[in-house]
């Protein structure tokens, strides 16, 4: 058994990590200060996964972004992180017979017409839900980097090969970009498919599985991106003794964190990624303005 393995098993049988499931950096040397990835783009200061929260985050001068992918009626992929259009646009009002407002309802037509700035805030009115080709060609006009995450896969049967043709009809199957690419999704099916498809591609599980589930997550995923408040520093630990299928250490970046307080204590447990809505204040919460 692998050294590193065998401090995960003994982290466990200590309870020095939870055994329940509530790109650049890499930390799992204890090197440098953790990444910070915002959120929906720089989402506290624009409407999320919008074009506007990436342009955001760019002047706020940062290259991660993170952002939800899923399917129009017409076999669209579209940038949006509920499945269901109400919270985010005028969907209700647009079209008020349509109730529930299921984005696998729509053709990419109707989202387009919707305001999906509007309810964050006046100053965004007639900002629009973007299709991924319109975002992925903003992250490259931004020279950003793209946490992409496949929501809610299961109502999308293939969603994971749509997506990584897309990519690399865009360019982002190279070996440019495959440097400025993770893609995750809560479910592991999921990150073993596009694992599967394209083994070059960094990839990330979200949630928190047991330290006795890591060695079967270490065969096809790069990260394990767990919820801060399900984290401890046994728990990064354990997931750092693993390599994944790239040879490497597995990293964690751990979500949401918005204040400097949990900020600090993230990157006391040891985390490679922050994952924010507010950048700027993890940011300078880790000093390094």
């Not at 982290?11 to 650049?24: D, F, K, M, N, Q």
């Not at 079209?95 to 053709?107: E, I, L």
């Not at 047991?210 to 060695?215: E, F, G, K, S």
């Not at 750092?240 to 949401?256: M, N, Q, S, Y």
Request: with cysteine.
């Amino acid at each position: 058994m692998h050294a590193r393995v065998v401090a995960a098993t003994v982290a466990a049988v200590l309870g020095t990590a939870p055994l329940l499931s509530p790109g650049s950096d890499a930390r799992a040397g204890g090197v440098g200060e953790p990444t910070v990835i915002a959120h929906r783009g720089a989402s506290a200061y624009a409407p999320e996964n919008t074009l506007a929260s990436i342009d955001k985050a760019a002047q706020l001068g940062f290259t991660w972004v993170e952002n939800d992918v899923q399917r129009t009626k017409d076999g669209e992929l579209v940038v949006i992180h509920d499945d269901s259009l109400q919270r985010t646009t005028n969907v209700a009002q647009v079209f008020p017979g349509r109730a529930r407002w299921k984005v696998k309802d729509f053709t990419a037509a109707e989202i387009a017409r919707l305001d999906a700035g509007s309810w964050y805030s006046p100053a965004y009115a007639g900002t629009r839900v973007p299709t991924l080709q319109q975002y992925m060609r903003r992250v490259e006009h931004n020279h950003e980097e793209l946490l992409l995450e496949i929501k809610n896969p299961e109502l999308y049967p293939g969603i994971e090969q749509q997506t990584l043709k897309l990519l690399g009809n865009e360019g982002w199957l190279d070996h440019e970009h495959l440097d400025r690419l993770i893609v995750q999704s809560f479910s592991a099916d999921s990150i073993r498919t596009v694992h599967e498809l394209k083994p070059a591609i960094t990839t990330a599980c979200l949630g928190t599985p047991t330290v006795a589930q890591l060695h079967q997550y270490a065969r096809f995923t790069d990260l394990i991106n767990p919820s801060y408040g399900s984290l401890s520093k046994g728990y990064v630990s354990a997931v750092h003794a693993f390599d994944g299928p790239h040879g490497r250490p597995l990293r964690v970046f751990t979500w949401t964190v918005n204040d400097a307080t949990t900020a600090r204590k993230a990157t006391g447990y040891g985390v490679d990624g922050i994952i924010t809505n507010k950048p700027d204040v993890v940011r300078a919460a880790l000093g390094s303005e």
